[in-house]
């Protein structure tokens, strides 16, 4: 992890222009200059916030992709959700606690960072920003209602379907992604058995079928969804439960 030189000013946040992003206005651009206490950036595999540690920051995922993930004792893990741009870090545990989780860049990322204490000022000054906190509080609890239904009645290849449908779909929402319905993630077999609860073999197995149905194309380092409505009908996933994110 490291301190960006050149922070990107909040009048041309990048963000601004991701079409699952609801733009800020002009006064509240203004206002989260002043805010902004810097940005960081993270090479792959850095850890952002350790599973049990302090912090005293929160962050929006301004570029890259993180993990959101949770360990037990004997070292197994459970990814739990994936982070976009838009995405406001640090807000998933309760602020006086230490944290839940652990937090991981999959990709390279940079991020925004802001005081944690200051939010009761930015509730307090711009109760439209706070409801936006709020919201997104919400929507990542929805998200995880998404990841528990797929882990206890989906089948295997549902998960898989579903899991690659939210990626793609949140990865064209925030400028990660075109069209053509292919996100570059080297996201490998063992994290996706650690998100959908699969062994390594019975992955494996998986990805192959869906690949020969023509459902998903999973490979090391991209993901393709070679027709998006088809997959997504066949996985049950809502594609019209969202619509455009507020972003910090």
């Not at 200051?118 to 439209?128: A, G, M």
């Not at 906190?133 to 549902?158: C, D, M, N, P, Y």
């Not at 494996?204 to 991209?222: D, F, H, I, M, P």
């Amino acid at each position: 992890m490291y301190e960006v030189a050149n922070p990107v000013s909040c009048t041309a946040c990048p963000l601004q222009n991701c079409p699952g992003l609801r733009p800020l206005d002009q006064r509240q651009l203004a206002y989260l200059q002043g805010f902004k206490d810097g940005e960081i950036g993270l090479d792959r595999g850095d850890i952002l916030i350790e599973e049990g540690a302090e912090h005293e920051r929160l962050y929006t995922v301004l570029d890259g992709v993180l993990i959101r993930s949770r360990s037990l004792d004997d070292g197994r893990r459970q990814i739990v959700n994936f982070m976009f741009p838009g995405d406001l870090v640090g807000l998933q545990g309760a602020f006086d606690e230490p944290s839940s989780h652990a937090i991981e860049a999959l990709i390279d990322a940079r991020l925004c960072r802001f005081q944690r204490k200051e939010f009761i000022e930015l509730i307090s000054t711009h109760p439209r920003l706070g409801y936006d906190i709020t919201w997104l509080a919400a929507k990542e609890e929805t998200a995880l209602e998404g990841h528990i239904v797929s882990l206890g009645q989906r089948s295997a290849r549902e998960r898989v379907a579903y899991l690659a449908v939210w990626l793609l779909e949140r990865a064209q929402s925030t400028c990660l992604a075109d069209d053509h319905n292919i996100v570059a993630l080297p996201i490998t077999q063992g994290q996706i058995a650690d998100m959908l609860g699969l062994s390594l073999v019975h992955t494996n197995r998986t990805l192959r079928q869906l690949e020969r149905e023509g459902l998903v194309e999973w490979k090391s380092r991209a993901i393709h969804v070679p027709d998006l409505a088809h997959t997504a009908q066949y996985a049950q996933f809502d594609r019209q439960a969202d619509r455009c994110r507020p972003f910090i």
